[in-house]
């Protein structure tokens, strides 16, 4: 096993095509990790792109790109052995370097291809939800919710925007705090983080809720980036689809615009209607509670 084992995934709104062209760059690499010789050892396309690493560590990289609604999920993989051995701190520190290096050149490509994109809006040109399971390795089918390597898809989700009173910082700590949800999230009467990302944030959280027509106990996946989380459903026992996010966009003095989008699909017939309305009500009592909080 690697002495170092890094993995951070990232969502980005912009067509898969162009972020696969982007982030299989010798050029991009080179800027970005200028201490590490990167050799592809396979390009797949689409679905990213694998390397060698040599020089300051040995080892492999890779980028696996997930197609996801109207973006792309970018899962970043570094697994490497220093080649001065490292222990203990050195080795934190090194790791946090790394880890703080992709972050950093990540979200500016994020914010360069994203730019002119309001907060909640879909990319032009794209449709809703989009998900598919075509060609993924078996080996990496373990990382994606059952329903996208079904290729099922979503439909179109229902939205709600609130300006808070607080930075997208503040915001994004108490989102990400799901041990108190059940404070001051109505429906939520039970929340439990299974498992963390390379970054120490929720992962995979088991939610139990009450929501009147939409009652379960279910598993969440998340994907953070700096202003925006997604999710979609692990497993449920009558909720048999969920895609959701929060979008921020930073409006100085005035606060922070908080977008919910979310789309559910239960198991028991629903005329759509009715399910819009319940969607509805969870997340104008979702942005309710968070401003509340938050602003507390």
Known sequence: MPTLDISCDDLVVADPAYVAERLGSDTLWREWWPDLTLTPSEHRGLEGVRWAVTGAATGTAEWWLEQVRDG????????????????????????ERYVA????????????????????????????????????DPQQSQH??????????????????IVVNATPKEIMT??????AYPEWADSMRETEVLSTDEAGR??????????????????????WSRNEVTWTLVQAKMVKGMD??????????????????????????????LKRKAEKVIIDTALKGLKKRVES
């Open 144 to 161: 994606v919710p059952a329903r996208q390597q079904r290729g099922e898809s979503m439909a179109e989700q229902t939205t709600s925007t």
């Open 202 to 223: 929720p992962k995979q959280v088991r939610f139990r809720v009450d929501a009147g027509a939409i009652s379960d106990e279910y598993t969440l996946d998340y994907t």
């Open 101 to 136: 290096q992709y972050r950093d050149r990540l979200w500016r490509f994020k914010d360069e291809v994203e730019a002119g994109r309001a907060a909640g809006e879909r990319r032009t040109g794209s449709e809703a939800a989009i998900v598919s399971g075509e060609g993924i």
């Open 174 to 179: 108490v989102i990400a705090d799901f041990a």
């Open 244 to 273: 959701g996010a929060y979008v921020l966009r930073d409006l100085g003095a005035e606060g922070t615009e908080v977008t919910y989008r979310l789309a559910v699909d239960v198991a028991i017939p629903m005329i759509g209607m």
């Open 72 to 95: 792309v999920v970018v899962h970043w993989y570094l697994r490497v052995d220093p080649v001065r051995p490292l222990r203990g701190q050195a080795l934190a520190r090194l790791r």
